[in-house]
């Protein structure tokens, strides 16, 4: 049964990096029994479960075609284009077949309950499996705290919202932080302020003088591989804004939506110097497995719990996502695929640290050291013109970010950075990139 799904997962993994495009003969049975060292009958079901994907097709009397696919996504993409930009999941690592088996198994599990509306808390048994599976990230809390969002976007909505119990009303966020985050606090009105953050870190006295007196009922942070900026808290950072959350009563939103991508499983979150009373912990699924999953998790204080419930008051989450995910998480699957990507990303952030080295020089970019995750950031002189440099990327086929958008509209104190993502670059792409911005910037403005 391995070597099966082994020689489909190939097939698919071929066909995707093109060596064998729309239209094209795929090798006969016996061939591929052949190259694949196993029966005719394996490859036979092999290519019929492809066929049934509509990945390819039969000819009678000729033999098997890879589908042509108009309208695909990646056919509208610039093969040339080095995407810097995206933070969209490797499509080509996404776990196809073992999802694919998930969902049928979870239609079978759950077939009355996928008609009815469902619990606002979230798909119950599936909240069971949450408890352990968040314990391994030194998350420990009970069934009854945690709620089951819409993705992580979800419960952050509701929380900038709702009324806090320490009747204060003001959100602090990082500067710079998760962009549509600041876009969303700033459309509906919500009091917000702003703290520098750098590769450095946070100084930690501004935050005690905002939290002693700033009227802030919660932080919003990323104390783990912070988008834009991809660096990570110390464990001491961690526990000093925890034991001045508890201080002040100023609860903190701890948004760790990277935390499966790390490969420093030593690196706890807030949470785990807390132990809840006063961080709210954001879980989400779609960086690991795809966006369009949209489940994620909050595990909320005993004091927020009421407030919540009354402000996601309806069971918007999908029961089948909810399902196909639980069935996921409890047979080994995701733990298998968190380390494959892991393990993936981490090769591209060694290969971009690697090119930096090799080409950055003294004076041009700052750029810190970032093992895993998908993120990091160059730092910019003040002089330089970002929206000269970017048109001149474009012209090199290269996409990145600017800082501009991660920061709030009011806000003065701005550092000059492109964003990077390695999370749809291989290897050769990301050294082709990192010598083009190193060039460009080198040159200034002339």
Request: charge should be positive; aromatic fraction near 12%.
């Amino acid at each position: 049964m391995k070597k099966y799904f082994a020689i489909i997962t190939d097939m698919e993994n071929k066909i995707r990096q093109g060596m064998y495009p729309p239209g094209q003969k795929l090798p006969s049975v016996r061939s591929a029994a052949e190259a694949y060292g196993c029966s005719i009958s394996t490859i036979t079901r092999a290519y019929a479960e492809l066929e049934k994907r509509h990945i390819i097709y039969s000819v009678p009397q000729s033999g098997f075609y890879v589908v042509v696919k108009p309208g695909d996504w990646r056919d509208s993409r610039d093969s040339n284009m080095i995407y810097f930009a995206t933070v969209l999941p490797d499509v080509e690592a996404f776990p196809y077949l073992d999802f694919q088996h998930c969902l049928n198994k979870a239609i079978d599990i759950y077939k009355y309950d996928l008609f009815t509306y469902g619990d606002p808390l979230g798909l119950e048994s599936f909240r069971h499996t949450l408890v352990s599976h968040l314990a391994n990230d030194q998350v420990f809390t009970k069934i009854e705290r945690i709620f089951v969002t819409s993705g992580a976007q979800q419960a952050l909505e509701v929380l900038a919202k709702m009324p806090f119990p320490n009747g204060k009303e003001t959100v602090l966020v990082e500067q710079p932080s998760y962009d549509r985050y600041l876009q969303f606090l700033e459309r509906e009105g919500v009091p917000v302020y702003g703290i520098a953050r750098t590769a450095a870190g946070i100084d930690l006295q501004e935050l005690e003088g905002w939290f002693k007196s700033g009227n802030i009922k919660f932080f919003y942070t990323m104390s783990r591989y912070h988008n834009p900026l991809g660096t990570s808290y110390s464990a001491e950072e961690k526990r000093i804004i925890a034991k001045l959350a508890r201080k002040y009563d100023v609860f903190i939103v701890e948004d760790d939506y990277m935390a499966d991508l790390g490969a420093d499983r030593q690196s706890d979150p807030i949470y785990a110097y807390d132990g809840g009373s006063h961080v709210i912990y954001v879980k989400s699924f779609s960086k690991i497995i795809f966006p369009g999953l949209r489940v994620g998790a909050v595990v909320l204080p005993e004091r927020l719990l009421k407030t919540f419930h009354a402000y996601k008051i309806y069971p918007d989450t999908s029961l089948l996502s909810q399902a196909a995910l639980e069935v996921y998480i409890k047979n080994g699957m995701y733990e298998r695929h968190k380390r494959k990507i892991g393990s993936l990303y981490a090769s591209r952030m060694l290969a971009l640290n690697e090119s930096v080295e090799r080409y950055n020089e003294p004076g041009i970019m700052e750029v810190p050291y970032i093992p895993s995750g998908i993120y990091t950031h160059f730092k910019l002189k003040p002089t330089v013109n970002v929206e000269r440099l970017l048109k001149r990327l474009a012209a090199r086929n290269i996409s990145v970010l600017s800082s501009k958008g991660f920061y709030l509209s009011n806000y003065l104190e701005r550092e000059k950075f492109l964003r990077i993502s390695i999370s749809q670059t291989k290897p050769e792409g990301i050294d082709e990139g990192v010598k083009a911005i190193v060039e460009e910037v080198r040159k200034g403005d002339r």
